[in-house]
């Protein structure tokens, strides 16, 4: 469980490491790239979560008021954070990356950029057949970068992988880890090699004694305290999970872009292997970049808080961005209509717990005790 732990705090020293061994790494800036492609052609996919704080660079092309989490990602591209990557995979789903795709090439010459165009709409047939088109595109890009085409058989191996390590993940989840813990393993599980991180998911389900022992080890012994649901985008910093144990608030579900919504749901394993990596991340729980028009977020968030037995829920948001708050008033009117108690925390990278953040907990805390 440490190395987990430690590679979802710093996974930088570890994938230095693999670039100077000669395995190459290839980033990606959200949960719609398919990594088994970036896998499939020989790269280890790791998701861009944190950056060095925003300074310099990002202060030289983007506006404070931007997205902290995005400014952070480009100020690690300009300053040699990111220079073990082959290649960065940046979808165009909100705004800010969108435009920040640009920035890149600009801040961080010399960075190959491979860009992914996501619907927006993605309940259509013609959406799947966009997003199979956009697909393959990816996958001649990456054939160029690896210098060899990828055939139907190392796509499946790959897709087969990715499988077994979403079901090792989701095993977890029974396993006496603590909620800490868990998250720590999701972090890492888009940070790591797919193969080492499965070896390691499965040494942890090993006989209760071991699990417990680990567990431990890693200061994630469960809380007993008060089941709250998360709600949100990227949220890197495990020092939230802190903050939350604090108030007695334990996290017994989540609608989070580095969580459930990344880990969630496997790719058919026959057929086409392109259509059917097309179909699972353009058909998993939408995001709030995406149109919805049978409010399927909103339902599958009381869906998910009765099933996880959260008895409040808590928006975790990167300050200024704009899917989110405009998919929060929607979302909050659902769950006052259900009699669900809910807090928003606004999020900035470096991450550091604020007075209000607290008082916003405290609130919470003592609704859910009351609601008893």
């Not at 942890?204 to 022992?213: E, K, N, Q, V």
């Not at 949100?232 to 459930?260: A, I, K, M, N, R």
């Not at 699972?280 to 970049?289: A, F, I, S």
């Not at 008895?311 to 899917?323: D, P």
């Amino acid at each position: 469980m440490q190395r987990l732990v430690e590679i979802a705090r710093d996974p930088h020293g570890a994938l230095r490491e693999a670039a100077r061994e000669g395995k190459g790494v290839v980033g990606y800036f959200c949960s719609y790239v398919p990594v088994e492609l970036i896998h499939a052609a020989g790269f280890t996919p790791v998701r861009m979560l944190q950056g060095p704080p925003p300074g310099e660079v990002a202060g030289r092309y983007m506006q404070p008021f931007c997205c902290s989490f995005a400014r952070s990602l480009l100020e690690g591209l300009g300053d040699g954070t990111y220079a073990y990557l082959s290649a960065v995979v940046m979808p165009h789903t909100c705004d800010t990356i969108r435009n920040l795709s640009d920035l890149v090439e600009t801040a961080a010459p010399g960075t190959r950029v491979m860009r992914l165009m996501v619907p927006t709409v993605t309940h259509t047939a013609e959406a799947a057949d966009f997003m199979l088109a956009e697909t393959e595109a990816l996958k001649e890009a990456l054939e160029d970068l690896a210098g060899e085409e990828l055939d139907r058989e190392r796509l499946f191996q790959s897709i087969r992988l990715y499988n077994r390590c979403r079901d090792a993940l989701a095993g977890l989840k029974g396993s006496g880890l603590g909620n800490r813990a868990l998250y720590a393993a999701y972090l890492a599980f888009q940070l790591m090699d797919p193969e080492e991180f499965l070896a390691l998911a499965s040494s942890l389900s090993r006989g209760p004694a071991d699990r417990d022992a680990r567990a431990r080890e890693a200061g994630s012994a469960e809380s007993g305290g008060a089941g709250v649901a998360l709600v949100g985008g990227p949220v890197p910093q495990l020092e939230v999970f802190d903050l939350l144990q604090e108030y007695g608030l334990e996290v017994v579900w989540d609608d989070l872009c580095t969580g459930s919504r990344f880990a969630a749901g496997a790719v058919r394993e026959n057929g086409d292997p392109l259509r059917a990596l097309a179909e699972r991340y353009l058909g998993r729980r939408p995001c709030p970049t995406k149109r919805d028009p049978d409010n399927r977020r909103e339902e599958e968030l009381v869906k998910g808080v009765a099933a996880g037995g959260a008895r409040g829920v808590v928006f975790l948001q990167q300050a200024f961005c704009e899917f989110h708050s405009f998919d929060y008033p929607g979302l909050k009117k659902r769950l006052d209509a259900e009699g669900i108690p809910s807090v928003r925390l606004d999020l900035e990278h470096p991450f550091a717990p604020t007075g209000q953040m607290r008082t916003r907990l405290q609130a919470l805390s003592e609704m859910m005790g009351e609601g008893r």
